[in-house]
């Protein structure tokens, strides 16, 4: 079976947007009943209407290993529309100020449709993380900083953030990863989140910078097992 047919399809319209997005629901779930819950973020060149893109990168190396995590999890991964983004920020400019961007539509219904499905399926609410790739690195640092309290890890890839968070970002795990070479976003946004972030007293980021490789890091990143695996192992204080 192809990983896409595992993903079934869904709309959210609250805010005045029709948002489309694929759920997967969990293949095994732990003793209690529960499972965890990944909200997932797609980059630039997978947006649209037509509820499929958003599946094709990131997610399709992650879900090819049989033993991955993920497939005993709950997936959520909401489409952005055309020429419209997570963060309203340019990514060649790389870090940005929350202060002076209002949080999308995008953002807001990704966060809702989650809650919604984390009552009604009885997720475990201990381990619920978020991923992302290019554009949705950007949301994905976004959105920790906007809801800390929500997420136990996060997983953004070659995307950048706000600095002035580190004090609400250093006590969340984050696993992110960058291209040395990458020629899209560039690779000094997320150094300088990892850097603030320690100064800030964070010990919970992990860091990975591929010598020589451009944007397109998001290969290495979602096909490296062990931290993927690391990061399900989170689990957020009650």
Not at 166 to 195: N, Y
Request: with cysteine; proline share 5%.
């Amino acid at each position: 079976m192809n990983y896409t047919e595992t993903f079934e399809y869904g709309n959210f319209d609250k805010y005045g947007r029709n948002v489309p997005y694929r759920i997967h629901y969990p293949v095994n779930r732990d003793e209690n009943g529960k499972c965890p819950a990944v909200l997932f973020m797609h980059g630039a060149g997978e947006r649209g209407d037509d509820n499929w893109q958003q599946l094709r990168i990131g997610l399709d190396v992650a879900l090819a290993d049989p033993e991955s995590p993920l497939h005993d999890a709950l997936i959520i991964a909401p489409q952005v529309a055309l020429d419209e983004r997570w963060v309203e920020s340019d990514w060649n400019l790389g870090n940005y100020s929350m202060e002076e961007l209002e949080e999308t539509v995008w953002i807001k219904s990704a966060v809702a449709i989650l809650r919604e499905k984390i009552v009604e399926l009885d997720v475990d609410t201990s381990r619920v993380y978020i991923m992302g790739i290019s554009m949705g690195g950007f949301g994905t640092w976004y959105t920790i900083a906007k809801y800390p309290e929500l997420f136990a890890a996060a997983f953004p890839c070659c995307g950048a953030g706000d600095p002035t968070k580190a004090d609400i970002l250093k006590d969340i795990p984050i696993f992110t990863f960058h291209g040395e070479v990458d020629d899209v976003v560039p690779v000094s946004g997320t150094r300088e989140m990892v850097e603030v972030i320690k100064k800030a007293g964070g010990e919970k980021i992990f860091y990975k910078e591929y010598p020589g490789i451009h944007h397109w890091s998001w290969d290495l990143a979602y096909g490296d097992k062990e931290a993927i695996s690391e990061m399900f192992k989170c689990r957020k204080d009650q």
